[in-house]
């Protein structure tokens, strides 16, 4: 245990700009650049529906693969060790696509770089609590998943042809991709200082122990639903469209403004739940919202392809920073033991996040695009399971925040962002 006067200066603001970068960079341009580009992988690598579904489904295989590990890992180790490496890893996968000869081999580099993204899942959260008053990590929470979804945006609206004509080919970009994750990896290690986030070991022991809380399972159903519904439809939309007769350009605007709600939606729902001390009616509201949204688009509503997008998008990213803090919030976990947990919740949610882009590329083949959506709403609407039968006597973090500062010396009090 450090003294009092040892301890480490706490950057909020640095930490949680550290913390959307890697958001941005690994997933908002070395995973979101796929499906701009899926047309060109799918003619040069022989994809169709199903195996380009399960080569987009691989990476959340591989998270739900390698998160419980990554948890323990981040406990053990710290977030700064844990996601530097992980997003070398990542950029060595991003760059192993750019050598794949067929649908195997490019789904075995999807497979890895989302074992990075295992890594550096829960290492985000562990730090911004060790960083951030507790009152406030969802905010924080959010603004770091708003930069993802924002960079996704733009990879949208720059478009595969710009990409292309820019680059020279697909393959290019995912050479760039992976360099540009090599240097926030660079950035991350460097100027990271972890030492706040530092607050507990836990083991095999305790990763047991937290896989027996019933609430952390139901946040967990609900993440299986909602990441994996997203990754889906993200995958799903461009064909959706083109099958519905929807121009490139409107799939573009359609797209892009699907993405920016989100990214909206991911600060506006955090700051609005910690404002009212509440998160099920964030998870309820959010995913019915969401999923009645996406009911309309596959009944065949292409005339309000963008309004009801960007309906959907507000409604599940409202909350989707919310499962990532919720964790933090259960009795038994905190932050000492927030890593494990959000591993056991990646080993959940990713599950979805695999099977639900299968699943929909099989519907879209059988049964059309307006099948894969139904489906997708179908899955929107099942968080509501879950969120219905969920615990909300939630620990008031501010409250118990303001109180630790009034009996701690001021050098020691929590930083506010």
Request: charged content about 10%; overall charge positive.
């Amino acid at each position: 245990m450090l003294h009092p006067h040892n301890e480490p200066t706490k950057r909020p603001l640095l930490v949680t700009a550290l913390a959307a970068l890697l958001q941005a960079v690994g997933g908002g341009l070395g995973w979101s650049v796929v499906p701009p580009l899926l047309g060109p992988i799918s003619k040069d690598l022989r994809l169709d529906a199903v195996t380009s579904g399960i080569a987009w489904g691989a990476a959340p295989l591989g998270i739900a693969l390698c998160a419980p590990l990554g948890g323990l890992l981040v406990d053990r180790y710290g977030p700064r060790r844990v996601a530097g490496l992980g997003m070398l890893l990542g950029a060595l996968a991003c760059g192993a696509r750019a050598t794949a000869t067929g649908p195997i081999s490019f789904s075995l580099a999807m497979l890895v770089f989302g074992a990075h993204v295992g890594l550096v899942a829960p290492s985000l959260p562990k730090a911004l609590a060790g960083h951030v008053a507790l009152a406030k990590v969802a905010r924080a929470n959010g603004l770091a998943l708003l930069a993802y979804t924002f960079s996704t945006a733009i990879v949208v609206a720059v478009g595969g042809p710009a990409l292309l004509a820019l680059f020279g080919d697909w393959r290019t970009v995912m050479c760039v991709a992976a360099l540009a994750m090599c240097a926030a990896a660079v950035i991350w290690l460097v100027w990271l200082d972890d030492r706040a986030a530092l607050g507990g070991h836990a083991g095999l022991a305790q990763l047991l122990e937290v896989a027996k809380n019933r609430e952390l399972l139901k946040v967990g159903l609900m993440h299986f639903c909602l990441f994996g519904g997203y990754l889906a439809l993200l995958g799903t939309l461009p064909r959706a469209l083109t099958a519905a007769g929807v121009s490139p350009g409107q799939q573009r605007s359609a797209i892009v403004g699907w993405l920016l709600a989100a990214a909206a939606a991911n600060f506006a729902g955090p700051w609005l739940s910690d404002r009212v001390g509440l998160r099920r009616p964030f998870f309820i509201g959010g995913a019915t919202v969401c999923g009645l949204a996406l009911t309309g688009l596959a009944l065949g509503a292409t005339d309000f392809a963008v309004p009801l997008l960007i309906v959907a998008a507000l409604g599940g990213g409202c909350f989707a920073p919310l499962l990532l803090t919720a964790p933090l919030e259960l009795p038994g976990i905190g932050p000492a033991r927030i890593g494990a947990a959000l591993g056991l919740l990646m080993l959940v949610g990713q599950l979805g996040g695999f099977l639900l882009p299968v699943v929909s590329g099989v519907a879209a083949k059988h049964y059309g695009f307006s099948g894969a959506l139904a489906l997708l709403a179908v899955a929107h609407l099942a968080i509501l399971l879950p969120a219905l039968t969920l615990d909300e006597r939630r620990r008031v973090l501010g409250a118990e925040a303001a109180g630790a500062r009034a009996t701690r010396p001021a050098s020691t009090s929590a930083v506010e962002v």
